[in-house]
T-cell receptor, first 110, second 116 residues
Framework: DTEVTQTPKHLVMGMTNKKSLKCEQHMGHRAMYWYKQKAKKPPELMFVYSYEKLSINESVPSRFSPECPNSSLLNLHLHALQPEDSALYLC?????????FGQGTRLTVV | GNSVTQMEGPVTLSEEAFLTINCTYTATGYPSLFWYVQYPGEGLQLLLKATKADDKGSNKGFEATYRKETTSFHLEKGSVQVSDSAVYFCALSLRGGGTSYGKLTFGQGTILTVHP
């Protein structure tokens, strides 16, 4: 099983809402990632968790808050987002150098 | 720093044509190299990989060879199909531990459209 599962697939939220994106993997991978992807652009790294600890935060605004409850789960909590935060949010996991991606959550901020 | 440069797109081909998408890289260490594919409305799928010089990655008729002397990892396919229409990303990651573990550096992506 090389699957990374993300929910929800689509999300529309207002600028005052609080929502969460969820990611799950059962491959035993110890590193998990959040990426943001705008249309026609490559993914941009946001956060890296290694062994359930935050190891990289690529200067992401505090309105994005990651959480790793256990080795299989990764959440991204969203609060007071801006319309320019609308994008595809991708979760990935890895054990060696290669990463496996989920299908993404298409987020629209209105 | 690390960087990946892909050929300018978009690329438009007829079915059964030969495909090459060029990719070159710069890296501070010894990278692993990847090609990812993204179909419309979907996430990224790992297409193929190579972890050391002269390795050839292959999958679904696509091939790429890790050329350390030219710092390149060009993607090729002998006969493309309409279903190959997608965005292709070349990427690298540095091996070893530390905070760079598994962190991917992507090229800008190449949009491929294949017509019947």
């Amino acid at each position: 099983d090389t699957e990374v599962t993300q929910t929800p697939k689509h999300l529309v939220m207002g600028m005052t809402n609080k929502k969460s994106l969820k990611c799950e993997q059962h491959m035993g991978h110890r590193a998990m990632y959040w990426y943001k992807q705008k249309a026609k652009k490559p993914p941009e790294l946001m956060f890296v968790y290694s062994y359930e600890k935050l190891s990289i935060n690529e200067s992401v605004p505090s309105r994005f808050s990651p959480e790793c409850p256990n080795s299989s789960l990764l959440n991204l909590h969203l609060h007071a987002l801006q319309p320019e935060d609308s994008a595809l949010y991708l979760c990935a996991s890895s054990q060696a150098s290669e990463a496996f991606f989920g299908q993404g959550t298409r987020l629209t901020v209105v | 720093g690390n960087s990946v440069t892909q050929m300018e797109g978009p690329v438009t081909l007829s079915e059964e044509a030969f495909l090459t998408i060029n990719c070159t890289y710069t890296a501070t260490g010894y990278p692993s190299l990847f090609w990812y594919v993204q179909y419309p409305g979907e996430g990224l799928q790992l297409l193929l990989k190579a972890t050391k010089a002269d390795d050839k990655g292959s999958n679904k008729g696509f091939e790429a060879t890790y050329r350390k002397e030219t710092t390149s990892f060009h993607l090729e396919k002998g006969s493309v199909q309409v279903s190959d229409s997608a965005v292709y990303f070349c990427a690298l990651s540095l091996r070893g531990g530390g905070t760079s573990y598994g962190k991917l550096t992507f090229g800008q992506g190449t949009i491929l459209t294949v017509h019947p």
